[in-house]
């Protein structure tokens, strides 16, 4: 059995979070195509922050300043156990871009972005973080 770790990034800027959409191919999560929250794999030597901090200027070119960990989700793929890791994050601009392994970004209210999100990305949420997107 394999671990990994992950972090996602909840994203925001003002009264949005940013949410993009994977490229359309292969994807170890059978993510592939659909809309998440960024961010990627921690790295040996990484900490989950530094991890966090890589990945969003990775994938959408950003600097974010960590505000919190929100919580984490244990998920089993086949041979894999993968901890995914969530924080709230604030970002210093709106200016994202696509990159890495995004085809496209977007800034939407926090209802609009959890109803975008993949519903395997939604399945991994804590009710907590399930009430943060919707209060």
Not at 1 to 10: D, H, Q, R
Not at 67 to 83: F, P, S, W
Not at 112 to 120: C, K, M, S, T, V
Request: one cysteine or more; proline letters at 4%.
């Amino acid at each position: 059995m394999k671990y990994v770790s992950v972090v996602l990034g909840l994203i925001t800027h003002g009264d949005y979070i940013l949410v993009g959409k994977k490229v359309d191919r292969d994807h170890p999560a059978g993510l592939g195509g659909l809309w998440v929250l960024p961010g990627g794999r921690v790295e040996e030597g990484e900490s989950l922050e530094q991890a966090l901090v890589r990945e969003i200027y990775e994938e959408t070119g950003l600097a974010v300043r960590i505000v919190q960990k929100l919580g984490e989700y244990l998920q089993r793929l086949a041979d894999t156990t993968v901890t995914l890791n969530y924080f709230r994050c604030h970002a210093t601009s709106n200016v994202a871009r696509p990159g890495d392994d995004l085809e496209l970004v977007s800034w939407l209210k926090a209802p609009e972005a959890y109803a975008r999100l993949a519903p395997p990305v939604r399945e991994a949420f804590s009710s907590e973080l399930v009430k943060w997107f919707r209060d």
